[in-house]
């Protein structure tokens, strides 16, 4: 029980006790008319002429007509506040956020003006709902046992805020599952993918789950073209898990050293020893361990040390604001800049969690794949199933879902993964005047789109094999891109054709 809750009680009930007493005493004795007489007060009635009231009745009574009013303000805001939240649930963009300590506090504040926040086991009948719990076993409880208020009914949402549940762990109807770690690698990458070509050797530091989805996004975005082949760098960790969980990526880099024809991932377990010099040789440093904290304290001993990289680090604006003492660092053109990235006001804010900036992209991308397929032109041709039918075309018809919520969670997931590299395939098509034209530039961007899709599949531990077999995770498309058909390699131009604004 609140101390608050605790308070407002003995303040009710001490005017009745003390009130009590009094009267128990000018009633020599008789403790129900003495009670009796002390509830009276709170509807500001005496029982006994002036002259027999004693101290105690005196301080009952004020206290009493204190209480009451106390109760009937306590119930006119509760009266104004109920028509207010009713007000609020009104509005298209309000949104329940439901949850514990800082974090419901955090994203609260991050979604603004509309979001209105729920405390222990309330649940309002609300469309937009936000689970932001400490936990995430905490929250798949909490939306069980309300999961018909919650999800029963037209245009309900709930957006599951997690830390380590994924989209694809909990499928349901309704339910949206937005990973913090997913998400803050995903905005990362966005903003500050190798745009420079000098950034070739990548250091990460720390290998928790941040550090290990912004190396799996880095892999899928930083796909370039005319280029050297980039080498990432894993400070603080053998790589033997990351082996075993990922034992398909090695068809298409290296594994655990430099390989002057594809990008490499290179494990460094023992940062003591040779963790500076190595880092002294570095293009970018990233610093992402879980704790944020831990991320200041690494990024002040790395300045102590003296080195002067191009340093990205995983935490909070206020965080670094706090560190006023660390060194300077000075270079020939003046002060290096720090970049800091993951900050919570970012990452809980309602179009990261709702996904709105993150899968508005992916979504038009699928849009334009379908009115690009076989399966639309035929629909178009025919303009019925029963014209379709005659001509033998069921097949081909249903190679193309008509609408992103027909897509599995590894569907929908791909197709995010490609919207991902937009920006990357906007850059290589502004090029390609410096590469020969279009023509000559064609093929290796088809080249380089098949590399991102076979790097997405091998991500997710799949093989080759003669026949597609989503179950088994196996394709027939999973060989180098000098392997397909011409039509399969014209196949890997749709989403750069998407860009141009080509017509199918």
């Known amino acids: ?24 005493l000018v009633y020599d004795g008789n403790w129900l008319g003495a009670i009796y007489s002390s509830l009276r007060m709170y509807v500001l009635e005496m029982d006994i002429p002036e002259s027999e009231v004693n ?3 005196q301080i009952a009574r004020w206290l009493a007509a204190a209480a009451t009013t106390s109760v009937i303000v306590m119930v006119f805001q509760q009266f104004f506040a109920e028509i207010g939240l009713r007000w609020k649930l009104r509005h298209d963009d309000a949104v329940v956020v439901h949850g514990d ?38 929250a798949i409880r909490y939306l069980q046992e309300h999961e018909k208020k919650l999800l029963t009914g037209r245009n309900k949402q709930v957006y599951f805020s997690a830390y380590e549940y994924e989209p694809s762990d909990y499928e349901q109807q309704g339910l949206i599952v937005s990973n913090h770690a997913v998400n803050c690698a995903r905005l990362y990458w966005k903003e500050h993918w190798l745009r420079n070509g000098t950034e070739k050797k990548i250091a990460l530091i720390g290998f928790g789950r941040y550090a290990q989805r912004l190396l799996e996004q880095a892999l899928l975005v930083n796909v370039i073209a005319w280029r050297e082949p980039i080498e990432y760098h894993v400070f603080g960790n053998d790589g033997d898990g990351f082996r075993k969980w990922y034992p398909c990526l090695s068809n298409v880099l290296a594994i655990g050293q430099a390989d002057p024809q594809k990008d490499s991932i290179i494990f460094h377990p023992d940062v003591q020893e040779d963790g500076v010099v190595n880092l002294q040789m570095m293009d970018r440093i990233i610093i992402a361990q879980d704790s944020r904290e831990e991320n200041i ?18 935490t909070d604006q206020q965080l670094m604001q706090q560190l006023q003492y660390m060194p300077e ?12 990235f993951g900050d919570d006001a970012e990452l809980y804010s309602a179009p990261v969690i709702m996904h709105g900036e993150l899968s508005s992209a992916a979504r038009e991308a699928h849009i334009a794949y379908v009115r690009k397929s076989p399966a639309e032109a035929i629909r178009s041709k025919y303009g019925s199933c029963q014209g379709c039918t005659r001509n033998g075309l069921c097949g081909d018809c249903t190679q193309a879902p008509r609408t992103w919520d027909d897509l599995t969670p590894f569907e929908k997931a791909s197709n995010i993964a490609s919207a991902d ?19 000559a530039a064609k093929k290796e961007l088809c080249r380089l789109e098949h590399e991102r899709w076979c790097r997405f599949h091998y991500l997710h531990n799949w093989r080759y094999g003669p026949k597609r077999d989503d179950a088994a995770r196996l394709h027939p498309s999973l060989v180098p891109f000098d392997d397909l058909s011409e039509a399969e390699q014209e196949k890997d131009w749709w989403a750069y054709s998407a860009l141009l604004g080509e017509e199918a």
Request: proline share 4%.
């Open 1 to 24: 029980m609140k101390r608050g809750f605790r308070f407002r009680w003995l303040a009710l009930f001490v005017p009745a006790l003390l009130g009590a007493y009094g009267y128990w």
């Open 329 to 340: 660092r000075q270079r020939k053109n003046g002060p290096k800049e720090i970049i800091v």
């Open 297 to 314: 304290l690494c990024l002040n001993k790395l300045l102590r040390a003296g080195l002067d990289g191009n340093i990205h680090v995983l």
């Open 421 to 439: 590299h937009q920006a990357v395939k906007q850059a290589l098509l502004e090029q390609i005047g410096q590469h020969g034209g279009m023509p």
């Open 55 to 57: 101290v105690y009745i």
């Open 101 to 138: 300590g800082p974090r419901k506090e955090t994203v609260v504040e991050a979604m603004g003006k509309h979001a209105i926040p729920m405390s222990g086991n309330t649940c309002l009948d609300a469309k937009k709902h936000v689970l932001a719990f400490e936990d995430d076993m905490q």
